[in-house]
């Protein structure tokens, strides 16, 4: 980078390092989950938040609420393209449909991503084919 008045962008691991939320030890977990689901994803903070990505970002986790946290799929910032519902397998119906390129996950404590955890990354690699 050579424009010096410019702040290097904050890594994911200082960005939780320093996050005080009440699901923060979930929320490792979860940023552990994503980058293990597939070799090819890598992590950001974009939108003051974990941010995940392939070839254009996917996944951003949602964490202003305290009583639980989200995790968006998305198909990046300026996405003309969009997911056909019946193109990911949910079987245990776990997204939340936004609209017709993004989608949430809900979770509310640690003990619900564990269970969410098996469909979770089979979400997460059939969302990436889309990106």
Do not use: C, Y
């Not at 691991?13 to 979860?30: N, R, T």
């Amino acid at each position: 980078m050579t424009d010096k008045s410019r702040k290097p962008a904050a890594t994911v691991e200082a960005f939780i390092s320093a996050l005080d939320h009440p699901h923060k030890d979930a929320i490792v977990a979860l940023r552990q989950l994503l980058l293990s689901a597939d070799p090819g994803i890598s992590e950001e903070v974009k939108w003051n938040a974990p941010s995940f990505r392939t070839s254009e970002h996917f996944a951003t986790m949602h964490l202003r609420g305290q009583d639980s946290f989200q995790l968006i799929f998305h198909l990046g910032a300026k996405s003309k393209r969009t997911v056909p519902k019946d193109a990911i397998a949910d079987p245990d119906k776990l997204l939340k449909w936004l609209g017709p390129d993004r989608a949430s996950v809900t979770f509310v404590a640690a003990a619900d991503l564990v269970d969410k955890s098996d469909a979770l990354v089979l979400i997460v690699r059939q969302w990436i084919k889309h990106v």
